[in-house]
């Protein structure tokens, strides 16, 4: 750890664990491109099992990261203004609650296909506040993932719900979320159009203003639904 660097926090999801596919991807992702740190965290005992099981621990795995992060900084050094947390599915719920128990400090908080079941209108799912900028990927929308808007910025690849291009299963488009998140890291070539509304951003039809999905600008700031469309392969 190197409490001048930017610091990178990614966090799995339900019957996942510190190995799963999603780590190896963005870690090596950030990693190839910049010298940061990366905390991968490991919840897998809470996360296995039956889901209302995992879901219900959500907050307190939450409030444990952002203790564990305020520890960093407290004993290592560092500054919330380098920090970025980044979590999949039940993990984006997760740096949500890790984000609000430090007071919203983290300067960015991106949700990858933030959990639809049993999170729709639940107050302790990620929300605007958890961070200085928070933004949401959506690509399972009403189905293993949350459709609704609830970040800063939420985009909708794809009109961001299943079926992905190249997927014809809900779980591919659900981890679609965390592959266009790698590939934003390493190429920075998803370009998000405003949508007037959720119908818009739903049917692909958005045509406003830019804004980037994904990559690893720290400064990055924006508000509002965003749509694009991708390729069906990597990097998209």
Not at 14 to 31: E, K
Not at 42 to 66: E, F
Not at 125 to 147: K, M, W
Request: glycine share 14%; with cysteine.
């Amino acid at each position: 750890y190197r409490s001048n660097r930017q610091t990178k926090v990614v966090v799995h999801g339900w019957n996942s664990n510190g190995n799963s596919a999603i780590n190896p991807l963005i870690t090596s992702a950030y990693l190839d491109v910049a010298d940061v740190n990366v905390i991968v965290v490991d919840w897998r005992n809470a996360a296995s099992g039956i889901y209302s099981t995992s879901v219900r621990d959500v907050p307190s795995v939450g409030q444990h990261l952002g203790n564990f992060l305020q520890f960093v900084i407290n004993t290592m050094g560092g500054n919330w203004n380098n920090f970025h947390l980044i979590g999949f599915s039940l993990g984006a719920h997760i740096v949500g609650n890790a984000g609000r128990t430090v007071g919203g400090r983290p300067v960015r908080v991106t949700g990858l296909d933030p959990a639809g079941p049993q999170w729709g209108g639940n107050s302790l799912a990620l929300n605007r506040r958890d961070g200085v900028y928070v933004e949401a990927i959506h690509t399972d929308g009403g189905l293993l993932g949350i459709f609704d808007p609830i970040a800063d910025a939420d985009f909708y690849p794809n009109g961001g719900r299943n079926a992905q291009p190249g997927c014809s299963i809900s779980t591919c488009s659900h981890s679609r979320a965390y592959e266009f998140f790698a590939a934003s890291v390493r190429y920075n070539h998803f370009n998000g159009r405003r949508c007037a509304n959720l119908n818009e951003a739903r049917n692909n039809r958005c045509t406003g203003a830019n804004l980037r999905m994904g990559n690893r600008d720290l400064n990055k700031r924006g508000s509002g639904l965003y749509g694009l469309t991708t390729g069906r392969t990597w990097p998209f």
